[in-house]
């Protein structure tokens, strides 16, 4: 090596440069490369040393998820059914007036069942007898009386009702009442006829009231699931866990159906709503909108003028510069009339005025509709029909809000709130551990052991925070020895 560089000609003048000289040679070229490759550990070690400790952090961090053994195993496994509790609670719990995310879902949820009764699945009656080819436009069959608010429009999709009933014609109404006849009063509208379309209104209720129902058990499982999993996963009887849990909810969801299903049966059989202080006024509304339609009139909403010239007349058009248009005005002036206190502070007046109230509002609707329907051109038969249409639209009117009303809170108290605390569960809980029996300390002890799993995955972990020591270790010690090289 030394002869190639001292004979060779291109190398000789260089040999003459001391500094040159003194890199050439593989012993020369050794100690360089050992020179730039200790440089270069003393630049990487304090990343390296950052790098070991943040590997052991992480994996201290696992090991604390981890179960470890426990010297009170009945206390550590009450304490997890209790933090378990507080996280189903969470789910539920109004935080700084926050809505949780569950209870927002389930909210916008029940409130698409309550469109659906409402304003969806209503019978719809036609006072109008059938005809071959010629249909009464959706608009009229659909269309809510005027006085009343105006309804909810779904889009082109049908919701999760279901199509809405069948229309009803009125000679089909006056067949059925002529077959029930001999089992009435003469010259009265047939009870059972009206029981019937009752019946059939609320029939419709069954199928949206199940999905609504189902569609909040789901969300509640959906919700759950991952919490079971998160806060028991790591222990052996955590499946059996999870399925106690889903059969409890599911449990509810069945008792919450049964129930809302037995208060639709209840409504069919013994109807409540003829008691009701809005049926008769209702019911008028809807004799009169369905008088109007049986003339001919179907854009009567939009004003008659021949009521105007009846000075009289308390029904005006908002066009007419009167102070009271409509009978929904009349009742709400007499329920004014009602809540204002009088001089003496009793009541006795104020209720008097209320009913003087309602009183005016039937005889002006009473008026109203003989004045605008001519009542003396339809025969005691389509009279009797038109009746039983406006009493079933006026009792679904009434019923369906109430049964929507109380379904909803049926749904938030048996099934929402129950979340918040729920014995049975936490019982249930215990039972599948085993903390109800004479061994309950031994089967707390063998709850909390962790799974082969587990053990496993601890071992590893142990394994690789020992290697990640030693380095470091070693790293140590390599500073200590070289002093002069320890990072500033």
């Not at 040393?49 to 179960?67: G, K």
């Not at 709850?447 to 070693?474: T, W």
């Amino acid at each position: 090596e030394a002869d190639f560089f001292q004979n060779d000609p291109e190398w000789e003048d260089l040999l003459k440069d001391p500094e040159f000289r003194r890199r050439l040679g593989t012993e020369n070229l050794t100690n360089y490369l050992n020179a730039r490759l200790l440089e270069w550990i003393v630049e990487r070690l304090p990343m390296t040393l950052e790098d070991v400790q943040r590997h052991i952090r992480e994996i201290d961090r696992e090991l604390t998820r981890l179960p470890v053994t426990v010297m009170d195993p009945v206390k550590a496994t009450s304490k997890i059914l209790w933090e378990f509790e507080r996280k189903m609670s969470a789910t539920v719990d109004f935080h700084n007036f926050r809505i949780p995310e569950l209870v927002e879902t389930c909210r916008r949820r029940m409130g698409e069942f309550v469109d659906v009764l409402l304003y969806h699945l209503y019978p719809r009656f036609w006072p109008l007898e059938r005809k071959d080819g010629i249909s009464p436009k959706p608009t009229d069959v659909n269309a809510f009386p005027p006085v009343l608010p105006k309804i909810k429009t779904f889009s082109s999709e049908i919701p999760r009702g279901g199509a809405p009933p069948d229309v009803v014609y009125i000679d089909e109404v006056m067949i059925q009442s002529s077959i029930q006849r001999s089992r009435e009063l003469p010259g009265n509208a047939s009870y059972g006829v009206l029981k019937e379309y009752m019946e059939n209104s609320v029939d419709v209720w069954r199928g949206p009231t199940i999905s609504m129902v189902d569609d909040i058990v789901r969300e509640i499982v959906s919700t759950l699931e991952p919490i079971v999993w998160e806060h028991f996963g790591s222990y052996t009887l955590k499946g059996r866990i999870w399925e106690e849990v889903e059969s409890h909810i599911q449990s509810r969801g069945d008792s919450t159906r049964e129930k809302l299903m037995y208060c639709i049966t209840r409504e069919k059989a013994m109807p409540m709503i003829f008691s009701h202080s809005e049926f008769l006024h209702y019911r008028q509304v809807y004799l009169e909108h369905y008088m109007l339609l049986r003339k001919g009139d179907h854009d009567y909403n939009q004003g008659d003028d021949d009521d105007n010239d009846d000075p009289e007349s308390p029904i005006m058009h908002a066009g007419g510069g009167a102070a009271l248009g409509s009978v929904d005005q009349v009742l709400h002036r007499g329920g004014e009339e009602m809540s204002a206190p009088t001089d003496s502070g009793g009541t006795d007046e104020g209720v008097a005025a209320g009913n003087r109230a309602s009183a005016r509002a039937k005889d002006f609707s009473s008026s109203k509709a003989r004045r605008s329907s001519g009542t003396s051109s339809l025969s005691a038969d389509e009279q009797n029909a038109i009746d039983i249409m406006a009493q079933t639209r006026a009792f679904y009117h009434i019923a369906a809000r109430c049964f929507a009303e109380g379904a909803a809170h049926v749904v938030f108290n048996d099934l929402l709130v129950e979340l918040q605390s729920s014995p049975s569960l936490q019982q249930k809980l215990r039972d599948v551990i085993g903390m109800s029996g004479p061994d309950f300390a031994t089967n707390c002890q063998r709850f909390l052991e962790p799974s082969g799993e587990v053990v496993r995955e601890r071992n590893e972990l142990l394994r690789m925070r020992a290697i990640l020591q030693d380095s470091l270790i070693e790293l140590n010690s390599f500073i200590t020895r070289n002093v002069s090289l320890q990072p500033v």
